[in-house]
């Protein structure tokens, strides 16, 4: 069984976890996870050393004091919190208060992670002055028993993993020799979704960006580290030709991983549209 990150970030890989750690090796020593969002692929991945990468450091402390602070602190830090602010499903008033307080006077991870627990959707959404401005999930989002059980399993899965916050540019991939693996699940060009969470420094995902990543990964493969990419090589009639041409080249393979995300915007109008998710190796 799959263990689920208490985050709900945008493109995890939760629901597709199982498909994918089962085109990994089955005996990994160093394993990076390069953009590892909420951390879904992190902890369902054997490896003995484990580093996590992402460059939204405010997920990245947020992990960072999950390993701080023993699991009873962390849980009695969250209820404590909860009471004093009077925060649940429908107290919208008290939502916004926390959200002033924490942008203007606290900035401590823990406060964020409560605070996204009563967001719209549980996601992490910031301007461009780094101000946490996620509406209230009115009537939905709290911090459930689920979430309170996938924090507890999430405080030990990663309690030896090494993390860090950088660009995907600035990685120290020398952690990484022949036989080593990495992981990069980094945002799609052609999905639908939306990357203002400062998982690229509040800015969007580019072609310049792709073509970055592959230079990087053709230089890990030429040393002798495995690699996984995800990505997405057709959407909505649109097609990633310069990725597929990449691949071909290479001698890549190319796994299908089989998830729809025709419903992902209420606005496609094109229901019935192609979205083609793949795992490309280079083992």
């Known amino acids: 069984m799959a263990f689920k990150a208490p985050f709900n970030y945008i ?15 089955r005996d990994i020593n160093n394993f990076v996870d390069l953009f590892c969002g909420g951390g879904d692929v992190s902890i369902n991945t054997r490896a003995s050393h484990i580093y996590a990468n992402d460059i939204n450091y405010h997920v990245i402390d947020i992990m960072r004091a999950f390993q701080s602070y023993s699991i009873v602190e962390v849980l009695k830090y969250i209820d404590n919190t909860i009471k004093e602010w009077g925060l649940s499903k429908s107290s919208k008033e008290n ?3 926390f959200r002033d307080y924490y942008n203007n006077h606290s900035h401590n991870p823990l406060d964020l992670y409560v605070l996204m627990c009563f967001s719209f959707n549980f996601q992490f959404r910031f301007n461009s002055k780094h101000e946490y401005n996620n509406p209230f999930g009115q009537n939905r ?12 399993m999430f405080s ?14 600035n990685f120290d991939y020398g952690v990484l020799g022949n036989g080593d693996m990495l992981y990069a699940d980094p945002p799609y060009l052609l999905s639908c979704g939306s990357y203002n969470d400062g998982k690229r420094g509040f800015r969007g995902w580019t072609v310049d960006d792709d073509l970055k990543l592959m230079e990087i990964l053709q230089h890990l493969h030429r040393r002798g580290v495995l690699f996984a990419l995800s990505n997405v090589i057709e959407h909505k ?11 071909e080249n290479n001698g890549f393979n190319t796994h299908d991983i089989g998830i729809n995300y025709n419903n992902c915007n209420y606005q496609n109008k094109n229901r019935n549209a192609v979205t083609r998710e793949v795992l490309i190796t280079n083992y």
């Open 95 to 97: 939502y916004l208060r």
């Open 141 to 152: 989002s709290h911090f459930s028993e689920n979430m309170r059980s996938n924090l507890v």
């Open 11 to 25: 493109g995890n890989k939760y629901r597709i976890i199982d498909r994918i750690t089962s085109l990994f090796p």
């Open 156 to 169: 030990q899965r990663i309690s030896d993993i090494i993390f860090s916050s950088t660009d995907f540019r």
């Open 237 to 247: 009639g649109n097609k990633h030709y310069y990725l597929e041409k990449w691949v």
